[in-house]
Every structure is written in structure tokens, then in C-alpha cells.
């Protein structure tokens, strides 16, 4: 049974940072493509990034820059460096892989107000 953990979000000024941090159990970290994912109030939950397992990342064109992914298969962990926040990446943030393990965790919420 896959289960993965979200955290570290919290409230933040625009122009601000954050990471956030995924712990997964259950499943076979280190063999598989890890992903961001995150959703807007009243829009469809979009992929923000992917790491490879060799951590190769790949982000989406609203991010690229802003955002790192990392990985540590030791820990089974994926963290995301988040820079720069604008109002636009409020959104709860979800790890996964890619394609998605068929369960979600319970995302942490990221908030970008002044």
C-alpha cells in the first residue's frame, strides 16, 4: 500500500520561498519517475515537475526557474524548492510518480498572500 506524505506549505508574502517535502512508503522509490503535482481552488490538478530517477527534472513552463525537485532514494523523499512565489502557485501540493500510484496523499497547502 503506497503512502505518501506531504509537507512544509504554509502562508508566505509574494516574492518569498518555501520547500516542501514528500516522504513515500510502500513503494519502490528508487525504480520510479517522481512527480509535483498541485491544484487550484475550482481547477483540475496539473503536473508542475517530474525527476527522473537519476533526479533529471522536468518543469512546467509556469515554474521553470522558480521551482527545484529533488530527490533522495536513500530516504525516499522528494523535496521541492519553491522561489519567487507569486499569488498564482496558491494551490495544494502533491508528490506522486509518474504515471501516479493510484492514491493521493493529503497535499499541503500553499498559500501566496500579501
Known amino acids: 500500500q503506497v503512502q505518501l506524505v506531504e509537507s512544509g506549505g504554509g502562508l508566505v508574502q509574494p516574492g518569498g520561498s518555501l520547500t516542501l517535502s514528500c516522504t513515500v512508503s510502500?513503494?519502490?522509490?528508487?525504480?520510479?519517475?517522481v512527480a509535483w503535482y498541485r491544484q487550484a481552488p475550482h481547477d483540475e490538478r496539473e503536473l508542475i515537475a517530474t525527476?527522473?530517477?537519476?533526479?533529471?527534472?522536468d518543469y512546467k513552463s509556469s515554474v521553470k526557474g522558480r521551482f527545484a525537485a529533488t530527490r533522495d532514494n536513500a530516504k525516499n523523499t522528494t523535496y521541492l524548492q519553491m522561489n519567487n512565489l507569486k499569488s498564482g502557485d496558491t494551490a495544494l501540493y502533491y508528490c506522486?510518480?509518474?504515471?501516479?500510484?493510484?492514491?493521493w496523499g493529503p497535499g499541503t497547502q500553499v498559500t501566496v498572500s500579501s
Open positions: 506522486n510518480f509518474l504515471p501516479n500510484a493510484g492514491t
Open positions: 510502500g513503494s519502490r522509490f528508487n525504480q520510479k519517475v
Open positions: 525527476l527522473t530517477i537519476n533526479g533529471l527534472a
